[in-house]
């Protein structure tokens, strides 16, 4: 057992502040009212987190219990109603914890408290001085689930642009109708003020946070708008705070494509690759099993479909670790030589989600179906104000749009420009996220990974630069999408950063870890 730790506070005047502050100033964010004219969160800020055992989790570990908080749908308008954040806590096994260390998983749309009961006990080391939390966001899993209901977005062919924008905004009206009144609230800022009222909920004067892919948005959001509340902050996988989504759909494209580059040249130096000896012909080789399965469909047992967008989104998903590339090799091989995509949907087929009641109380699944999906993009566009209109998806404009997503990926080019375009349609975005810069924290960890086919490490340096000097760069020289989880290297100065204060010179690198010999395919 680990002695507690005493958290560093800069000056005797703000700890006397901590003290003595129900409720923090208000967000500072662009589009908010005077302060003459902010409203009173008080009563939002005098709840106190009452846990009580889990239900209804297809694992549940026994010391993880569970808890809700009220926050508003506006911030700018308590009046208009309010939604429930769901909480899940894993206890600190000392008698004396520090406080609590908040865990947001990434996504956006990916729920915390399902994720956190199947990760068991890989977060055991904090538990020697935390109370490790994580929750749902809102308009995800328990918290109010967005939903579109059966209305599939349009997909947009290159033809007909004022059409597809027509069917885009009346897609916009049935995700409305589906989701109650929590859609238009959704989004990083609200998220991050939230963040804060499960700070004081929890009982914690800081908040101590660990935030993975998009959760790094939301930390770096929250450190923009809660400086003086920040106390210990991990950020891995980092996103961007600067491209619109049109920059981050190419960029994430490109990432993609260097990780299944990556993928080819490791099979092809292996027996038995199903793509050919050597990296050329490897990588040519998926290029033409796309255009072989965009061509011929494969279909399943039960008559759906196997097609082009189903094998490059799980090509997407299994690319996210490189402890799947042995998997992903062998589901390759009955793939290209039996026609069966079901080991590869197998290896990439995400953990069904279940949970509370529907928020609106009707005779419902627990979380639609189609959650994770619709509040991945409805935060995605609450985060952007950029919007394509019809000229700009008019003939050459559009074609070189899709000329530049081909270039930079064959593989999921196209099918990432479609993602980005589902933003069509929804209301413009708030542009708080591109306006942080320099927040007054105390130092936290950024960590970037080398091959990371989601958030590419150009994004690290970017963000790190736009933070300004709190932000401290760990440069993991692995592969996959995150490093806490995977790099021996990266665990250990996380770790230490949380539970002794330890923070590494800025710039400093973690090694790839080799791969286990015992995942490899046998000769």
């Known amino acids: 057992m680990r002695a507690k730790r005493t958290l560093r506070i ?41 846990w009580h055992p889990c239900e209804d989790l297809p694992q549940n570990p026994e010391d993880m219990t569970c808890a809700e908080v009220t926050v508003p749908l506006d911030y700018a308008a308590p009046d208009k109603g309010t939604l429930r954040i769901a909480l899940a806590r894993i206890t600190a096994t000392t008698d004396d914890p520090e406080g609590s ?58 033809a007909d642009p004022d059409v597809f924008v027509a069917q885009a905004d009346a897609h916009y009206a049935q995700c409305r109708r589906d989701s109650g009144p929590v859609l238009p609230y959704v989004g990083t800022i609200n998220a991050a003020r939230d963040l804060d009222v499960i700070r004081h909920a929890l009982g914690d004067d800081r908040l101590n946070y660990l935030g993975f892919s998009y959760g790094t948005r939301l930390g770096a959001a929250y450190a923009a708008e809660f400086p003086h509340r920040v106390g210990r902050m991990v950020l891995d996988g980092v996103d961007t705070l600067t491209e619109p989504l049109v920059e981050q759909g190419l960029v994430t494209a490109e990432g993609r494509q260097r990780a299944l580059d990556d993928f080819a040249t490791w099979c092809a130096a292996r027996p038995h690759c199903p793509l050919g000896t050597n990296a050329r012909d490897a990588k040519r080789a998926v290029t033409r099993l796309v255009e072989r399965v965009t061509a011929e469909p494969i279909t399943l047992y039960d008559g759906s479909l196997f097609t082009v967008d189903t094998l490059v989104s799980a090509l997407s998903a299994t690319l996210y670790s490189q402890s799947n590339w042995p998997a992903l090799s062998l589901a390759l091989t009955s793939l290209i030589e039996d026609n069966d995509p079901i080991p590869l949907l197998a290896t990439s087929m995400p953990v ?9 109380g009707e005779d419902v699944p627990v979380v639609p179906l189609d959650n994770g999906s619709a509040a991945l993009v409805a935060v995605n566009c609450a985060d952007d104000p950029d919007r394509p209109t019809a000229a700009e998806l008019s003939g050459p404009a559009y074609e070189r749009l899709l000329a530049d997503y081909t270039a930079a990926s064959p593989v999921f080019g196209p099918a990432q420009l479609s993602q980005v375009l589902l933003c ?100």
């Open 424 to 523: 069509t349609g929804y209301p413009p975005g708030s542009d708080f996220v591109r306006s942080i810069h320099d927040v007054p924290t105390p130092k936290f960890l950024l960590v970037g990974t080398r091959g990371d086919p989601a958030t590419p490490y150009r994004w690290t340096v970017e963000t790190a630069r736009r933070l300004g000097d709190s932000a401290v760069v760990l440069d993991n020289r692995g592969e996959g999408h995150g490093a806490y989880t995977s790099s021996k290297c990266v665990k250990r100065v996380v770790d230490a950063f949380f539970l002794e204060g330890d923070l590494p010179a800025s710039g400093r690198s973690c090694p790839a870890d080799p791969v286990d010999p015992a995942l490899l395919p046998d000769p």
């Open 101 to 158: 260390l908040l865990l947001n998983f990434g996504g956006p749309g990916d729920p915390g408290i399902v994720t956190l009961a199947g990760f068991g006990r890989t977060f055991n080391e904090f538990t020697d001085a935390y109370d490790v939390v994580t929750f749902d966001p809102r308009g995800v899993g328990r918290s109010s689930p967005v939903s579109c209901g059966d209305s599939a977005p349009p997909v947009f062919t290159g």
């Open 352 to 360: 069904p989600v279940t949970g509370a009641p529907h928020p609106r």
């Open 10 to 50: 800069r000056s005797a005047a703000l700890a006397a502040a901590l003290l003595t502050v129900t409720a923090p100033a208000q967000p500072t964010s662009p589009d908010r009212p005077d302060r003459a004219e902010q409203p009173d969160l008080r009563p939002f800020y005098e709840q106190r987190a009452t």
